[in-house]
Each structure stands twice: as structure tokens, then as C-alpha cells.
């Protein structure tokens, strides 16, 4: 069984900064691609970033310049840092491994979300 937990979410002013975790739990063997997306209320979960094996990573446009993903692999963990943070960014932050266990092939795997606020 594969769990996920992120942290480092919380309040931030506007201009402010936040660096999110997600650590993945589990019988792993490997993990492939990693990625950060977010959801608003009454909104789809969108892709903010994502990472693969190798570091090579992708960005949502409306965060480019301002976030960078990265992972460590010894630790089993990816990280979202998020600089000049502005209100449009509020939401639940959600963290994804495509994840090879002993007893299962690779699949997703889901987060339980991690809230992230931004108001003055």
C-alpha cells in the first residue's frame, strides 16, 4: 500500500512564499513521475508542475518564474516551491507519484491535499 502526505501548506500574505512536501510511503520499488496540481471549489484539479525521474520538469503557465518543483529520490520526496504568491493561487494542494510497489505495478497515486491560502 502507497500513501502520500503533503504538508507546508497554511496562510500566506500576497507577495508571500510557501514550500509545499509530499513524502510517499509504502512497499516502493520505484517512483516515476511526480507532479503538484491544485483544485478550487467547483473547479477541475489542474496540473501545476510536474518531475520525472531524472529532474526534467514541466510548469502550468500561470506559475512559470514563480514555483519550482524538485524531488529528492533517496527520500522519496518532492517538494513545491512557491514564490510571490498572489490570491489567484489559493487552493487545495494536491501531490501525485506514478509508483511501482512489490505486490503492484505502476500506477497513481493521490495525496490528501494540503490547503494553501493567500490573503491579506
Known amino acids: 500500500q502507497v500513501q502520500l502526505g503533503e504538508s507546508g501548506g497554511g496562510l500566506v500574505q500576497p507577495g508571500g512564499s510557501l514550500r509545499l512536501s509530499c513524502v510517499v510511503r509504502?512497499?516502493?520499488?520505484?517512483?516515476?513521475?511526480m507532479g503538484w496540481y491544485r483544485q478550487t471549489p467547483g473547479a477541475q484539479r489542474e496540473l501545476v508542475a510536474g518531475?520525472?525521474?531524472?529532474?526534467?520538469?514541466n510548469y502550468a503557465d500561470f506559475v512559470k518564474g514563480r514555483f519550482t518543483i524538485s524531488r529528492d529520490n533517496a527520500k522519496n520526496t518532492m517538494y513545491l516551491q512557491m514564490n510571490n504568491l498572489s490570491p489567484e493561487d489559493a487552493a487545495v494542494y494536491y501531490c501525485?507519484?506514478?509508483?511501482?510497489?512489490?505486490?503492484?505495478?505502476?500506477?497513481?497515486?493521490w495525496g490528501q491535499g494540503t490547503q494553501v491560502t493567500v490573503s491579506s
Open positions: 509504502g512497499n516502493i520499488i520505484r517512483i516515476n513521475t
Open positions: 501525485n507519484a506514478n509508483v511501482r510497489t512489490l505486490t503492484m505495478d505502476f500506477r497513481n497515486y
Open positions: 518531475i520525472n525521474t531524472e529532474g526534467s520538469t
